[in-house]
């Protein structure tokens, strides 16, 4: 049988400035889910990027006298070592700048074009002339002038191309009725129809007023939109033109990881966008909450900007991926809050599991000089203990399926706690000093090293680091898969683990 296969994307985030800590939010969602599939037996390809072109990056890069090309260029490593040093294992990293996409884009632009669903007309609006930008009726300050530099605007009309959204309105309107996973959570699907239903007008697809894009064919004074441009990259790396078969294989998308904010452009427009090309709408798009800092939005002009690269080097990726993890709930919005962050590096990290890892090899070395030993019987503890291993590892599962990681990571905290409280009730330090105890002991120990081994197959997709340390130090395979957490008993007689080593060191709080 074929092996299943999951393609999931992030949005392609803009060059426009380094990334805070909201993008690598959504990016670490997504990367957790790959991972979590991947493990679950999956061909995953997991696709982010960036999106290059628009009057913004090209007048940006005019201000500091190079070109768009050198300007995002810079800020594209920029993105590309946030990923690394957090452990992002995208498959693939597009950028709407490179040739292969330009390419998709335009042929996706010609077919729509050829039958018919593109159309020359008229685009007019308020056009500030200094900026170079159209504005609409209420995006114009007070006085009815630019926003940005609050002179007057006239009202200009333009040769555009026009795609026809009306056409494919009630369409989309229906698959967003018939087909409720398509867009989650609930709530964001409710407002989607209703925008749909207010009426869906055509939408310009082209500028004149502008270079930094992709050239219209065969008429190149115009660009083609950026979001028209940006939408497509989905179709781009998985063989849309050069690889049919790869494109099967990973075409519906799985699911289209997005921010509240652009679910319209993902849900209507790409809709329609495929609906117009005969191609298939993505299984699921989901609509996640943002991040704000300390109840606020994030903003230069407050100056409250978290760059994710100094959280990394002061905590660590992996602690940063499980604050983020735990603290928000998907699909609603989160607070991030420096205290809060180390707080839960502080209980949740060096104290609940760094301790039960400490503690579990330090005994194992101490009264049996690291070796794993039979286990045999074991009382009423020991059996509820393993009974609740196997099965926080199928529940974990199924919250995982069902996309709810802040619950599934509290599951694992709950057994993680519930192990401490096992090295409590039996006590394997009195244990250790009575003869006639012995089989308790190694029978203890071996459960405490089983329950770690279970415990980092389980955090593999939220802390990979950490996940390869433990594995490390009970020296067992890093080739792991998700079934391994679902037996216990899976650890050899006989053994040896490895010396303890502290993972997360406690932090003072200021
Ligand atoms: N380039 C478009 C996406 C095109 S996808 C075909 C774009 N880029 S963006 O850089 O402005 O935003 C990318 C993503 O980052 C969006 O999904 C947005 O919701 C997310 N976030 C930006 N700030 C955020 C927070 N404070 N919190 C969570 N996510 C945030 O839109």
């Given at each position: 049988?074929?092996?299943?296969?999951?393609?999931?994307?992030?949005p392609?985030?803009?060059?426009?400035?380094?990334?805070?800590?909201?993008?690598?939010?959504?990016?670490?969602?997504?990367?957790?889910?790959?991972?979590?599939?991947?493990?679950?037996?999956?061909?995953?390809?997991?696709?982010?990027?960036?999106?290059?072109?628009?009057?913004?990056?090209?007048?940006?890069?005019?201000?500091?006298?190079?070109?768009?090309?050198?300007?995002?260029?810079?800020?594209?490593?920029?993105?590309?070592?946030?990923?690394?040093?957090?452990?992002?294992?995208?498959?693939?990293?597009?950028?709407?700048?490179?040739?292969?996409?330009?390419?998709?884009?335009?042929?996706?632009?010609?077919?729509?074009?050829?039958?018919?669903?593109?159309?020359?007309?008229?685009?007019?609006?308020?056009?500030?002339?200094?900026?170079?930008?159209?504005?609409?009726?209420?995006?114009?300050?007070?006085?009815?002038?630019?926003?940005?530099?609050?002179?007057?605007?006239?009202?200009?009309?333009?040769?555009?191309?026009?795609?026809?959204m009306s056409?494919y309105a009630d369409a989309v309107l229906k698959y967003l009725e018939d087909n409720p996973e398509f867009l989650e959570p609930k709530s964001r699907r409710n407002e989607m129809i209703n925008f749909i239903k207010q009426g869906l007008e055509?939408l310009?697809?082209?500028?004149?007023?502008?270079?930094?894009?992709?050239?219209?064919?065969?008429?190149?004074?115009?660009?083609?939109?950026?979001w028209?441009?940006?939408l497509?990259?989905?179709?781009?790396?998985?063989?849309?033109?050069?690889?049919?078969?790869?494109?099967?294989?990973?075409?519906?998308?799985?699911l289209h990881l997005v921010g509240k904010e652009i679910v319209r452009f993902h849900t209507i427009i790409w809709g329609c966008i495929l609906m117009?090309?005969?191609?298939?709408l993505p299984k699921k798009v989901y609509g996640h909450g943002?991040?704000?800092?300390?109840?606020?939005?994030?903003?230069?002009?407050?100056?409250?900007?978290?760059?994710?690269?100094?959280?990394?080097?002061?905590?660590?990726?992996?602690?940063?991926?499980?604050?983020?993890?735990?603290?928000?709930?998907?699909g609603?919005?989160?607070?991030?809050?420096?205290?809060?962050?180390?707080?839960?590096?502080?209980?949740?990290?060096?104290?609940?599991?760094?301790?039960?890892?400490?503690?579990?090899?330090?005994?194992?070395?101490?009264?049996?000089?690291?070796?794993?030993?039979?286990?045999?019987?074991?009382?009423?503890?020991?059996?509820?203990?393993?009974?609740?291993?196997?099965?926080?590892?199928?529940?974990?599962?199924?919250?995982?399926?069902?996309?709810?990681?802040?619950?599934?990571?509290?599951?694992?905290?709950?057994?993680?706690?519930?192990?401490?409280?096992?090295?409590?009730?039996?006590?394997?330090?009195?244990?250790?000093?009575?003869?006639?105890?012995?089989?308790?002991?190694?029978?203890?120990?071996?459960?405490?090293?089983?329950?770690?081994?279970?415990?980092?197959?389980?955090?593999?997709?939220?802390?990979?680091?950490?996940?390869?340390?433990?594995?490390?130090?009970?020296?067992?395979?890093?080739?792991?898969?998700?079934?391994?957490?679902?037996?216990?008993?899976?650890?050899?007689?006989?053994?040896?683990?490895?010396?303890?080593?502290?993972?997360?060191?406690?932090?003072?709080?200021?």
């Amino acid at each position: 049988m074929d092996k299943k296969t999951f393609y999931i994307t992030t949005p392609i985030y803009y060059p426009s400035a380094k990334l805070h800590i909201g993008h690598a939010y959504c990016t670490t969602i997504a990367d957790t889910i790959a991972r979590f599939k991947r493990l679950a037996g999956y061909e995953v390809f997991f696709l982010t990027g960036s999106d290059e072109h628009g009057q913004k990056i090209q007048r940006t890069a005019e201000s500091q006298g190079v070109t768009p090309l050198e300007y995002v260029d810079k800020i594209v490593e920029s993105f590309k070592e946030l990923w690394r040093r957090m452990e992002i294992s995208n498959d693939d990293f597009i950028r709407t700048s490179e040739p292969r996409h330009h390419k998709v884009v335009q042929e996706v632009f010609r077919r729509i074009r050829d039958n018919g669903d593109i159309y020359k007309g008229e685009y007019t609006g308020l056009y500030c002339t200094p900026c170079e930008s159209y504005w609409t009726e209420i995006q114009l300050d007070e006085n009815g002038c630019c926003p940005d530099c609050h002179r007057p605007v006239e009202k200009v009309s333009e040769e555009a191309y026009f795609f026809k959204m009306s056409k494919y309105a009630d369409a989309v309107l229906k698959y967003l009725e018939d087909n409720p996973e398509f867009l989650e959570p609930k709530s964001r699907r409710n407002e989607m129809i209703n925008f749909i239903k207010q009426g869906l007008e055509d939408l310009c697809v082209s500028r004149t007023s502008f270079n930094w894009g992709i050239p219209v064919p065969d008429d190149e004074k115009h660009v083609i939109y950026v979001w028209f441009d940006a939408l497509t990259n989905y179709l781009t790396p998985i063989g849309f033109l050069d690889d049919a078969e790869k494109f099967k294989k990973y075409w519906p998308a799985d699911l289209h990881l997005v921010g509240k904010e652009i679910v319209r452009f993902h849900t209507i427009i790409w809709g329609c966008i495929l609906m117009a090309l005969g191609i298939e709408l993505p299984k699921k798009v989901y609509g996640h909450g943002w991040l704000v800092i300390d109840g606020g939005k994030m903003s230069k002009s407050k100056g409250n900007v978290v760059d994710p690269m100094l959280l990394i080097d002061e905590f660590g990726a992996d602690a940063i991926r499980y604050f983020l993890l735990r603290e928000i709930t998907l699909g609603l919005d989160g607070n991030f809050n420096r205290d809060a962050l180390i707080q839960r590096i502080n209980s949740d990290l060096a104290n609940d599991l760094g301790n039960l890892l400490h503690r579990s090899l330090n005994m194992i070395n101490k009264f049996q000089k690291g070796v794993l030993l039979e286990s045999s019987g074991g009382t009423e503890i020991d059996n509820s203990l393993k009974s609740e291993a196997v099965e926080t590892a199928k529940e974990y599962r199924a919250l995982m399926e069902n996309l709810q990681i802040s619950d599934a990571v509290k599951l694992v905290w709950k057994f993680i706690s519930r192990c401490n409280k096992y090295i409590d009730e039996t006590a394997p330090w009195k244990l250790a000093k009575d003869e006639t105890q012995k089989q308790n002991l190694s029978n203890v120990l071996y459960n405490l090293a089983e329950s770690l081994r279970i415990i980092a197959v389980l955090i593999s997709p939220f802390m990979p680091n950490t996940s390869r340390r433990i594995l490390e130090q009970l020296q067992v395979s890093q080739d792991i898969k998700l079934e391994d957490a679902e037996t216990f008993g899976a650890l050899e007689v006989n053994h040896k683990v490895g010396k303890p080593e502290q993972l997360f060191p406690r932090i003072e709080l200021e």
